[in-house]
């Protein structure tokens, strides 16, 4: 199909979806111009940051001299986790790049386009641009609630409305502009996914052709509708999803969920509680860790400074604390006759604490450095980049910010051959990565893993 195409093509995200991708964009460049004769030109720009944007389409029409297909197809997906756990900021950002990073380069891409002059078409009226854009199946409706992406979500209805409307207002000036809607497609993140993650492998279950799509056949849509075979197509999107249907009541359910009423409450009737299953239903959450001592008033003010938690309910024999909407996440318990901590016996090694961001992860280290409570083991583990405490009773307490966009990249990394040589991970100095994040270093290059080799366990473990 991309033989019928002509003219000047600006692709984002062309390393992967992740438009931050510089490896894959040359590899990109490199698979292109094997394929056939054209020239590319590589341009690294922050979807998030509009002169970025604009600067990039810029330097793409002062290279070729025009811009005749854009295809908007970078994203950023975000944790799976409902909008209770969801910050602003990480709402923000996605929205950022998804949807309102998109709109910009549809708005300069149609900018361009209205100062070109018309090319004839085959068949219909001269066009002076096509623009595609991606958006998703849950741009139609909403995952199931084991994969809540709020954020993403949202923005990928959003791109719906947002072609939509521009396809509507500039018909008549020869630009189409049309989205394409995909369900699951196999790359290498979602293969990878696929093979860790049963609620992955659920939905592939759901697809009625029994498959993922591939690639090849998702970019064969893009074509078709960048070229002059789409000409009486503009401000549709097209559902690439093995047929999967758009309206939610039509899809496949797992008979363990399929209930409409909250599941296992007291009373249900129809629930049924003999139905044979794959595996144990999932709890919702982890609610908390209760902490058993034998010196509850030293653990008590500890986890208060550490967490700046607050205590929902305390005596002289246990406390509940909480620093979040729960009723309490951390109990501790005095019970006569405990004796100290064995640190070479079996039981809980550590309770591990997220921050949405490096910059975040470092202030509270600061901060607890300032009432006097220091780390002793500061790594960047891969998936995580992680600062480890101990109580006053020798627990071990880590805190944490995910150094990827979700969890698919994060399985997909510790399925790689640089985490099986060394799964523990690289030392860091967070006095260093402060002045280093003061000086304007960004906290992706930050929370990169530096490479040193295997690594064994540390000795205090």
């Known amino acids: 199909m991309c033989h019928l195409l002509e003219g000047v093509a600006l692709v984002t995200g062309g390393g992967s979806v992740l438009d931050i991708n510089v490896v894959g964009l040359r590899e990109t ?6 394929i056939r004769r054209v020239d590319v030109l590589q341009l690294h720009v922050d979807l998030a940051e509009e002169n970025s ?34 910050a602003t900021g990480d709402f923000g950002k996605i929205i ?13 891409a149609i900018k361009q386009m209205l100062k070109q002059d018309p090319i004839k078409q085959r068949i219909g009226p001269a066009s002076r641009g096509v623009i595609v854009n991606l958006s998703s199946t849950y741009g139609l409706v909403s995952p199931p609630g084991g994969l809540s992406t709020p954020a993403y979500v949202t923005s990928k209805h959003g791109i719906l409305g947002i072609t939509k409307t ?16 995909p369900g699951f497609v196999n790359t290498p993140a979602i293969k990878e996914a696929a093979r860790a993650s049963p609620l992955v492998q659920d939905e592939e279950k759901k697809v009625p052709m029994g498959r993922f799509g591939e690639p090849e056949e998702l ?36 008979p363990a969920s399929s209930n409409t009423e909250k599941p296992n409450h007291p009373g249900q009737r129809n629930t049924d509680w003999d139905a044979p299953a794959a595996k144990v239903l999932s709890p919702s959450k982890l609610a908390h860790v209760v902490l058993r001592t034998n010196q509850l008033g030293p653990m008590v003010e500890f986890y208060k400074s550490f967490l700046g938690a607050k205590a929902m309910y305390e005596n002289d024999m246990l406390a509940f604390l909480t620093y979040d909407e729960e009723h309490h996440r951390i109990a501790l318990v005095q019970i006569p006759g405990t ?12 309770t591990a604490f997220t921050y949405n961001s490096l910059t975040d992860l470092l202030l509270a280290y600061r901060q607890r450095k300032q009432k006097g409570i ?4 500061p790594i960047n583990h891969g998936p995580t980049t992680s600062i480890y405490y101990k109580d006053p009773d020798g627990n071990m307490i880590e805190t944490q910010v995910d150094n990827f966009e979700d969890a698919d990249e994060a399985t997909l990394f510790m399925m790689s051959p640089s985490f099986a040589e060394n799964p523990i991970g690289v030392d860091f100095d967070p006095e260093d990565f402060i002045k280093r994040l003061s000086a304007g270093e960004s906290e992706a290059e930050l929370q990169r893993r530096q490479e040193i080799g295997p690594r064994g366990i540390p000795s205090f473990a």
């Open 219 to 254: 970019a064969e849509v893009i074509c078709f509708l960048a070229s002059p075979m789409s000409s009486y197509m503009t401000g549709t999107s097209v559902v690439v999803g093995g047929s999967s249907s758009e309206e939610p009541g039509n899809r496949q359910q797992n």
């Open 96 to 108: 950022d790049v998804n949807l309102i990073g998109l709109w910009v380069c549809q708005r300069e």
């Open 374 to 377: 220091l780390p002793f083991w």
């Open 166 to 181: 521009d396809a509507t207002s500039f018909a008549k000036d020869g630009v189409r502009i049309n989205a394409v809607c």
């Open 29 to 34: 460049k490199d698979l292109v111009e094997r």
């Open 53 to 86: 944007i604009i600067s990039g389409v810029q330097r793409a029409v002062d290279h070729f001299g025009s811009i005749d297909i854009l295809i908007n197809n970078a994203a950023i997906a975000g944790a799976i986790r409902p909008s209770t756990d969801v």
């Open 339 to 350: 004796k100290d901590k064995d640190p070479q016996s079996c039981g809980l090694e550590h």
